[in-house]
């Protein structure tokens, strides 16, 4: 059984900082292309930022300079430094493992809220 367990979220301030964590089980994970996506009410979802089983990332152009992606492969684990957090950041966070079409999976999805 896949599972992707989001952790990290919360209420901060504008400026501020949090780091979102996403461990997973039940597949190979050093396989998967991992990523962060976030949406936000009434908007579509999109990419934040991802990162390859060789570590080369790509980020939104909204987050370049600002968000850090990592993965420890050790851990199972993917992680989203945030840092200047804008109120245009608050959504919610969703993790992505993706091999194949077929193999795509999932978090619940984390809540980041950016206010003051």
């Known amino acids: 059984q896949v599972q992707l367990v989001e952790s990290g979220g919360g209420l901060v301030q504008p400026g501020g900082s949090l780091r979102l964590s996403c461990a997973a089980s039940g597949i190979s994970f050093g396989l998967y292309v991992m990523g962060w996506f976030r949406q936000a009410p009434g908007k579509q979802r999109e990419l934040v930022a991802s990162?390859?089983?060789?570590?080369?990332?790509n980020y939104a152009d909204s987050v370049k300079g600002r968000f850090t992606i990592s993965r420890d492969d050790a851990k199972n684990t993917v992680y989203l430094e945030m840092n200047s957090l804008k109120p245009e950041d608050t959504a919610v966070y969703y993790c992505?493992?993706?091999?194949?079409?077929?193999?795509?999976?999932w978090g619940q999805g984390t809540q980041v809220t950016v206010s003051s």
């Open positions: 990162i390859t089983t060789i570590y080369n990332t």
């Open positions: 992505n493992a993706k091999f194949t079409d077929n193999h795509d999976y």
